[in-house]
Structure formats: C-alpha cells, structure tokens
Nanobody
Framework: QVQLVESGGGLVQAGGSLRLSCRASGDTFSNYNMAWFRQAPGKEREFVASIGRNPGDIYYVDSVKGRFTIIRGNAENTVYLQMNSLKPEDTAVYYC????????????????WGQGTQVTVSS
C-alpha cells in the first residue's frame, strides 16, 4: 500500500482559504483512488471528498460542495484539497486516504491513511 503524508493545515479566519496537500510514495499513485476525510473532537470520522483513478470521478459531501475542490496531480504523486469560504464547523483533523481497489465514502473503503493535519477556523 501507498504511504501518505498530509501538509497545509493551520489556523484561518472564517471566510478564508487553505490548501491541503497529500503526497504519496511507495507505489504507483495513478493506480489509487484517493479521498479526504475529517474528524472533529468527539465526532466520528467524516467523508469530505474523493477522486477516483478515472477523470471526472469526483464526489463531495453536501456541506462542502461549492467551497472545496479535490484535485489530483499524478505527476507530483499528490492529491490536494482546496478549501475556500471556510466556516468554524470545518474545524477538524483532516486525513488523506487511498486504496487501489476500494472507493466510497466510508473509512473502511480505504486501506492507506496519512497522519492527519489540523485545520482550525476561527469565527
């Protein structure tokens, strides 16, 4: 399985933007379906967005549609999450996930996970 390392989290005011990056290593990145999840304190891990191996195979949770964009750069072995118009309720640890075969909105659909990066949105 691929190894994943996230970066780009931080503290931002409501209405601001952040771009998260997830760099993959150890296997052929283009063969992997990728996703972003998030987990707020005391809550379950939540699906945010996913992007499949095939162009156009992209999904978002309703709460981030129109504000977040998931992009994959196969040449860079990296998947990005561009987050605009951030809200305090977006505050969470954001995790990158990947799998060669699994693809869905449940954490169990993905076998490889990064360590997470904290995103804090102040009001």
């Amino acid at each position: 399985q691929v190894q994943l390392v996230e970066s780009g989290g931080g503290l931002v005011q409501a209405g601001g933007s952040l771009r998260l990056s997830c760099r993959a290593s150890g296997d052929t990145f283009s063969n992997y379906n990728m996703a972003w999840f998030r987990q707020a304190p005391g809550k379950e891990r939540e699906f945010v967005a996913s992007i499949g191996r095939n162009p156009g195979d992209i999904y978002y949770v309703d709460s981030v549609k129109g504000r977040f964009t998931i992009i994959r750069g196969n040449a860079e072995n990296t998947v990005y999450l561009q987050m605009n118009s951030l809200k305090p309720e977006d505050t969470a640890v954001y995790y990158c996930a990947g799998d060669r075969d699994g693809y869905g909105s449940r954490p169990g659909d993905f076998g490889s996970w990064g360590q997470g990066t904290q995103v804090t949105v102040s009001s």
